[in-house]
């Protein structure tokens, strides 16, 4: 069942001013689901949201609290239900049943190695959609052959050798004449 009703609302939560607009609110007692619409953008869905206390649904609902009470039904507006417009009777489960029954299609049989699907490289699922499962860390090989070991630079292995470069260089002399003025 469908339950309409008449509110204002507003998404100025914190201010002390509010701007309220007119909108619709709309309970469905199937599922516990409040769905606000807004009446000035042609009844445009703002909000909805699923209250599954019994409690809160019996307070908001609550003709002694309405165009008085404001309650906090979803998480960005503040509501005040003015009045109730009124209530449709829906019957969701002999409509479900009813498009179950009309939908249903029987698959055709195939026989057995025929029609098999293909492998992707997708190997996670049966779906393309599905995530690609990671491999485990696989550590490196280590070299079986010293002949391998020659021919592969080694940088940590052994330790640098430094060329002894002369401290000695050639060293002109100068003789030192007096300077005469």
């Not at 008449?6 to 609110?25: F, N």
Request: charged share 30%.
């Amino acid at each position: 069942m469908m339950k309409e009703y008449y509110c204002q609302y507003t998404e100025q939560v914190r201010k002390k001013r509010k701007a309220w607009h007119d909108g619709k609110l709309k309970y469905s007692t199937l599922n516990n689901r409040f769905t606000l619409y807004s009446l000035e953008d042609g009844q445009k869905a703002v909000s909805s949201a699923c209250v599954t206390s019994s409690k809160y649904v019996e307070r908001f609902l609550s003709p002694s609290g309405f165009n008085a009470d404001e309650h906090r039904i979803f998480n960005k507006f503040i509501v005040i239900i003015t009045e109730m417009i009124g209530g449709k009777q829906e019957d969701a489960f002999q409509n479900e049943k009813d498009t179950l029954t009309e939908h249903t299609s029987h698959k055709a049989l195939v026989p057995i190695g025929k029609n098999r699907e293909t492998k992707t490289h997708f190997d996670s699922g049966k779906s393309l959609l599905s995530l690609k499962i990671n491999k485990p860390f696989k550590p490196p090989t280590k070299l079986l052959s010293e002949t391998q070991a020659v021919n592969r630079p080694s940088i940590r292995g052994q330790p640098k050798q430094m060329k002894e470069v002369e401290k000695r260089g050639k060293i002109r002399k100068i003789t030192h004449h007096p300077i005469h003025l």
